[in-house]
């Protein structure tokens, strides 16, 4: 008797890899290893505003293509948009020569998380807060005080942060 080949356990990497490589290849997207490394590849500042969908290549070429991707936001848009050439380096870098020539974006609101910009931390030093308070010394109403307390630290903090450029989420 003839006795079967044992079969050893495999990673589920290895079994989806097979069962979806022709579902990639349609898509042009080759080995499907670019959206299996898709974070390796454009970074974790792109990974969740970009998600590639196909690459196309002109006829009989497997160089120059285009990659068609979609957006979260027109703000994610206007960011890839600048870093176009950057993203496209570190794409060609990861397949070893120049797969890509063009980046076509379109905005597709699917669940990414927002760009958040750099935040300086900007605060009131103690003689503001100290200058505040002396303008507040002469009313009795505590509640008001305290509303008015903070509409003149506020105040100050806008004045600080126009003066250095940044802007604050909220009042």
């Known amino acids: 008797?003839?006795?079967?080949?044992?079969?050893?356990?495999?990673?589920?990497?290895?079994?989806?890899?097979?069962?979806?490589?022709?579902?990639?290849?349609?898509?042009?997207?080759?080995?499907?290893?670019?959206?299996?490394?898709?974070?390796?590849?454009?970074?974790?500042?792109?990974?969740?505003?970009?998600?590639?969908?196909?690459?196309?290549?002109?006829?009989?070429?497997?160089?120059g293509g285009t990659l068609h991707v979609s957006v979260t936001s027109g703000g994610a848009g206007l960011l890839v948009d600048h870093n176009k050439q950057a993203i496209l380096s570190r794409i060609n870098t990861y397949y070893g020569y120049q797969a890509l020539a063009h980046i076509q974006m379109k905005v597709s609101y699917f669940q990414g998380k927002p760009i958040e910009s750099p935040k300086k931390n900007i605060s009131l030093s103690s003689e503001e807060h100290l200058s505040v308070q002396e303008l507040l010394q002469n009313i009795n109403d505590n509640e008001l005080k305290g509303i008015l307390d903070r509409l003149g630290c506020a105040m100050i903090l806008d004045k600080k942060e126009q003066r250095e450029g940044v802007k604050r989420n909220g009042f």
Request: proline share 5%; with cysteine.
């Open 1 to 63: 008797m003839a006795q079967r080949p044992r079969s050893f356990p495999r990673s589920l990497k290895d079994v989806a890899h097979k069962i979806t490589r022709t579902c990639f290849k349609k898509q042009g997207f080759l080995n499907g290893s670019i959206i299996e490394d898709w974070q390796v590849i454009v970074g974790t500042e792109y990974k969740d505003q970009i998600l590639p969908e196909k690459i196309t290549f002109s006829r009989g070429k497997n160089n």
